[in-house]
């Protein structure tokens, strides 16, 4: 029997060691490689070209959403199911447009999560069951413009992605040139083109729309550069 490979992507050790135990028990998948931020996710998809990885949402580096788009780019086969403790219409939205064919809250039952593995491995779509009986009570254009923040409306690149990131982590500029491998005026362009094409003037507001975004989680301490 061909196993279903999978790749988890999770900062937090304790929940991806769960998932990993979990998966474990399962005779028809095999859990080949673990994540713990963004960049590493999509390194290490390219490499082992899993069947499908459960991407974190949120996590350090690069969030869920970008690192989908960068891999899914590289590699449109491979299958994202986009991992999140929130059940956000924004959320949900942003998570498909970015490409995943699926979306687990972590609070998901461990049934569930091997079900939605499966479905997805076989070309389906799958979403918590919470998040499906919610969008079954709205309709499709609601759905799809669900939230006030929408990430495709705005067309951000890769590059905005990731500067947005950093500064709502709290990041200087200094930091986040150092990061990024680029230098403190470009990083200084990028912020006035994040601020220009969401019309947020200030640090505290490109904080709060990657909160609602689902880039970072609402733990992150705002931070005033």
Partial sequence: MKKITVLLA??????????????????????????????QAVALALKLQPAVVLMDIAMPLLNGLEATRQLLKAQPAIKVLMLSAHSDDAYVTNAVESGAVGFLLKQTSSQDVCRAIREVASGKTFFSPAISRRQDRINPEAAHHAGKFNLKTVQLTSREMEVLQLIAEGKANKETAAELGIGMKTVEKHREHLMEKLDIHDTAGLTRYAISAGIIESSVQMTII
């Fill in 10 to 39: 999770e900062d937090h050790t304790i929940v991806r060691e769960g998932f990993h135990k979990m998966l474990d028990f399962e005779a028809d998948i095999e859990v080949v490689g673990e994540a713990q931020d963004g960049r």
